[in-house]
């Protein structure tokens, strides 16, 4: 049940050798003991005063006596001690483990939602990319040619002039090392401000790269390629929402 915290009894517990002989008032301190200490989180540990005051100084003097060698209780500096209560109950420490692997594993949630939303997201823009690239239009040339490009790449290597002083009709493969300008990135944070710039340029690259397609003016191509991916994508033109504020992790239900 959430909110709850519970302690190990054994069921055997009240035939043990050095239980069955206790009274009634220390039984049931033994037990109320285990309870507070799970529930403070004390480990064991009884302040003196608190056994004064819940169970009386007598009944500690007949736990810390009920055994020779392992008695329910040891008195130690500042009060008592439930003995091998770390070996049976679940500790600080314990329940601090458990919290930091909890933490981990929620944050671990958060960034596979976010990273598989953004994978489907690019999926959906690559593939409308792709289909409007590898569109190819025929046409008529003279007996011996016949010449085919798509209708994008005609518009991307013959309408734009190089943004780096080329000439137009000047045709190159995309360097590997190719990042847009200032001015290219503020366009297209303006036309898609939820597309993460650098992941569509990885694979703006990475795409011309294996298709080994040339083109004059690769500014003009990038703009070209976010036209599309909006087209294919509408969400992209909105505005990210700010990240949501990360709330602490209830306390552990053990």
Known sequence: ?????????AL??????????????AFRAFIEAI????????DGFLDRRVVAKRWG????????????????????????????????????????????KKSRAGKASVEARKQ????????????AVEQVLNTEVTQAQPETETETETETE???ANTHIPPNGGSPGRKTKLDPNWQPDEALRSWTHGLAPALDIDFERG?????????GKTYGDW???????????????????????????????EPEDV
């Not at 049940?1 to 009894?9: E, P, T, V």
């Not at 055994?67 to 600080?92: A, K």
């Not at 598989?116 to 593939?127: A, I």
């Open 1 to 9: 049940m959430g909110g709850q915290l519970w302690a190990k009894i």
């Open 12 to 25: 055997n517990l009240a035939d043990n050798p050095k239980v069955i002989g206790l009274s009634d008032a």
């Open 35 to 42: 309870l507070y200490s799970r529930q403070h989180l004390t």
């Open 57 to 100: 100084l007598d009944v500690a003097a007949e736990l810390t006596s009920n055994d020779p060698v392992n008695s329910s209780w040891v008195e130690v500096e500042g009060g008592f001690e439930i003995h091998h209560f770390c070996e049976y109950q679940t500790t600080s420490d314990d329940i601090s483990e458990m919290k930091e």
């Open 116 to 127: 598989r939303k953004l994978n489907e997201q690019s999926t959906q823009v690559e593939q």
């Open 154 to 156: 005609s518009y991307l």
């Open 203 to 211: 694979k703006f690259v990475d795409w011309f790269a294996q298709t």
């Open 219 to 249: 500014g003009a191509t990038w703009r070209n390629w976010i036209r599309r991916a909006v087209e294919a994508n509408p969400t992209l033109k909105a505005a990210p929402p700010p990240p949501k504020k990360q709330f602490g992790i």
